[in-house]
Nanobody, 125 residues
Framework: EVQLQASGGGLVQAGGSLRLSCVVSGFTFDDYGIGWFRQAPGKEREGISCISTSDGDTYYADSVKGRFTISSDNAKNTVYLQMSSLTAEDTAVYYC??????????????????WGQGTQVTVSS
């Protein structure tokens, strides 16, 4: 059974940092790209970052570039999203997902096959 378990969310003050984790099981870790998405209340789900677990290539949306860092520990089947300089606009439910996106689809939910349950990040201003 394929499972993605996202964790690490919480309440943080503006300017602070959080690290999200996504533990993956049930498939060969480096066969898939792992992406992070977020969805704020009343807004569409936004693809913000992705990593190729086979070669380490990364992608960031402009909204998080320079503030968020995605990484993977293949020995632990885990992908991390280190978030810093957080603002109230980063408040959302964060999801990790596994798929085989290409560059033109990397931000699309439809490019991902498996999803975690989401973890809430709340940034207080």
């Amino acid at each position: 059974e394929v499972q993605l378990q996202a964790s690490g969310g919480g309440l943080v003050q503006a300017g602070g940092s959080l690290r999200l984790s996504c533990v993956v099981s049930g498939f060969t870790f480096d066969d898939y790209g792992i992406g992070w998405f977020r969805q704020a209340p009343g807004k569409e789900r936004e693809g913000i970052s992705c990593i190729s677990t086979s070669d380490g290539d990364t992608y960031y949306a402009d909204s998080v570039k320079g503030r968020f860092t995605i990484s993977s520990d293949n020995a632990k089947n885990t992908v991390y999203l280190q978030m810093s300089s957080l603002t109230a606009e980063d408040t959302a439910v964060y999801y990790c997902a596994a798929g085989r996106p290409i560059l033109t689809t990397i931000r699309r939910s439809s490019a991902y096959d498996y999803w975690g349950q989401g973890t809430q990040v709340t940034v207080s201003s």
